[in-house]
């Protein structure tokens, strides 16, 4: 597998936007030999799990108009701790299963052609009743894995730009694209899919941390190679794609 060189192309975001267009007499030219297909889910059969987590909302307050008018990107961390089930409501709200219709686990937010190539890891820092580390979110069997021990939360804002709030935060999702679960159907434009996707799990985890009076951040500035390599991902079949930090905040 050749990792294609983007130094090489010049104009690369007009490359992109001109190669991934739907035309009604041509259709983007697939060449997605270097990307391998893992299936529909990503599982750490070897992790620890924590524990299975809620699949059910929480039974929780909140006017959807309200917190669209509140919504902000709030930044200012305390460092307090948030429970294991805020945790817990604020992954469903991004990723809970809610019908399943014929083989598919259809969630909250909506994906192209119900592909769901995004994954979520969440960077715990400051989480009641687990420890802090970097667990996976097992979609299929709505569970956390733990894939790394230890807290990497200064690691993390490092690679996030030197960003110190992604070291406050109680926690930071990150959000990564399985691109080849995706492109299998779409070819090229599923590079537009994958962060359209994530901008809608993303939206949804700002509405829901408003919900429960927390702060929450996107933060798609970032040293993409550095994530990946925290996170343990090659960066060409599965790369970061955004994050997001979550906690008690002053602002
Ligand atoms: C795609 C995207 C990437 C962003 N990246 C960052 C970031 O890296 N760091 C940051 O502090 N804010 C980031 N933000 C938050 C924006 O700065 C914020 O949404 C904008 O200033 C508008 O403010 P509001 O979200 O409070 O309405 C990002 C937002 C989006 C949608």
Known sequence: MKKPDPESAPLIGLLFQEGTKYHRDAFPVSQLDYLTYSGPFKEYPDAKV????????????????????????????????IAFRTLESLLWATQGVTARPGGYLLRTA???????????????????????????????RWQLEQIRAGDLAVEFARAALDQGMVARAAATVVWTADIGRCARKYGQRAYRY??????????HLYLAAEALNLGCCGIAALYDEEVNDLVGIDGVNETVVYMATVGPTRD
């Open 110 to 140: 909506p994906s192209a052609g119900a592909l769901y190539p995004v994954e979520s890891y969440v960077l715990a820092h400051a989480v009641d009743d687990i420890d802090p580390g970097l667990y996976h979110l097992n979609v299929r």
């Open 194 to 203: 994958i962060y359209l996707d994530a901008a809608h799990i993303a939206a």
């Open 50 to 81: 924590v524990r299975p987590l809620n699949p059910q909302p929480p039974d929780a307050p909140g006017n959807l108009w309200v917190l669209l008018a509140q919504r902000r990107s709030r930044r200012a961390y305390t460092g307090e701790k």
